[in-house]
């Protein structure tokens, strides 16, 4: 499971002037905000009214991405940062407010494969029917509603003016929250294959992204299983992947340009690049045990090159002076290694770029 915080936009959908959203929000957010606190969560409340969206008046689709207008990017940019969304809504007329229907069409990608909770309040059936129609909507956006539900019903629930419902309502809305965020950490990795940036990977399911210090468990854990072997080949043991701390890899990557192969949540393997004058440094070139001699170092290899800076007239990269399956790969790929190992027992390895796009010892793709 991911260890990313995970941010819920609390959304208050009536837009209708003396609601009782807001309040209904307002209790929602001081109840669940403990457990939020526990969870690691962020809760974000948002009013649609505050929004001030118009009714759709995009020229293009959404699924376009396409937006013309500043409403429709800023609103895009407030659910795109959001991993779940917890709604608060009425019933009108036994649907959904037409602001929540509204704000629904407006966007496309954004939404996909984060999930979303209801708080309903109304009268006779506390709102319900507004869920049971909005759930139909969500799911078309590839939303995934969950099970766990709260239904006010008005009578009960506000009491001298101010939203005040039994206990058993602030038991359901933290179990909203609970189910939320497990969801929201098994949906990550849907939503991540969705960014435009991502690129598919060689390994059926797999995918590329860049990695960035919120990664750091994860690299730490990798870097853990990779580097065994490698500790092993060499002596003295003092590899520095095996010994730094979350910290310092967190460190690291914000300092190098490192790149990670994921599939299901899961870091496959990573690797690391970045400029020093006219030279390209590639390191920590590491694949999960289990899937070693599948071709996977050697296509992270060659994405990390493609990526050189066209500045940049060679590519540089070190192993141990012991670690000859590594020193295969380096050398089959037209790498050069230095007569003699350094001080530390490792041993550089070198390759001239020839032009933008191009290496010694392999072809342009094509």
């Known amino acids: 499971m991911s260890t990313k915080q995970v941010r819920v936009l609390v959304l208050v959908c009536s837009t209708r002037p003396g609601a009782l959203g807001p309040a209904v ?31 759709l008046d ?47 069409d407006y966007l496309s990608r954004e939404w996909a494969w984060k999930p979303v909770g209801f708080v309903s309040y109304g009268n006779t059936s506390a709102g319900t029917r507004a869920v049971q129609h909005a759930k139909q909507v969500v799911t078309t956006l590839r939303l995934v509603p969950l099970g766990s539900t709260v239904a006010l019903r008005i009578a009960d629930a506000v009491r001298d003016g101010e939203v005040r419902p039994a206990a058993a309502a602030d038991e359901a809305a933290i179990d909203v929250l609970d189910e939320l965020v497990r969801v929201a950490h098994a949906l990550q990795p849907m939503r991540e294959r969705n960014e435009p940036a991502v690129l598919a990977g060689p390994v059926p399911g797999s995918y590329l992204r860049r990695l960035t210090p919120e990664d750091a468990p994860e690299v730490t854990v990798l870097q853990r299983c990779c580097w065994v072997d490698e500790a092993l080949a060499n002596d003295p043991l003092t590899v520095p992947a095996l010994h730094e701390s979350v910290e310092q890899v967190r460190d690291w990557l914000a300092a190098w340009h490192a790149i990670g192969l994921w599939r299901d949540g899961r870091l496959l393997g990573m690797v690391r690049t970045r400029r020093d004058d006219a030279e390209w440094h590639v390191g920590r ?4 045990p289990d899937l070693r001699g599948r071709g996977l170092g050697r296509w992270l290899l060659h994405e990390a090159e493609a990526a050189a800076d066209p500045a940049c007239h060679r590519i540089v990269l070190s192993t141990g002076a012991g670690s000859r399956k590594n020193i295969a790969l380096y050398r089959s790929e037209g790498y050069q290694p230095a007569p003699l190992p350094s001080e530390d027992g490792t041993i550089l390895l070198t390759k001239k770029v020839l032009s933008a796009g191009r290496v010694a010892g392999r072809a342009a793709p094509a």
């Not at 070139?285 to 999960?288: A, C, F, K, M």
């Open 25 to 55: 929000g307002a209790w929602l957010t001081e109840t669940i905000t403990p457990r939020a606190a526990e969870l690691g969560a962020e809760l974000v409340p948002l009013a649609l009214a505050d929004l001030g969206l118009p009714f």
């Open 58 to 104: 995009e020229e293009e689709h959404p699924s376009s991405g396409v937006y013309r207008n500043e409403h429709t990017r800023k609103w895009s940019a407030i659910v795109d940062a959001a991993d779940g969304f917890i709604v608060v809504t009425p019933e009108y007329n036994y649907g959904m407010p037409a602001s929540l229907k509204n704000a629904l």
């Open 285 to 288: 070139l590491g694949v999960v």
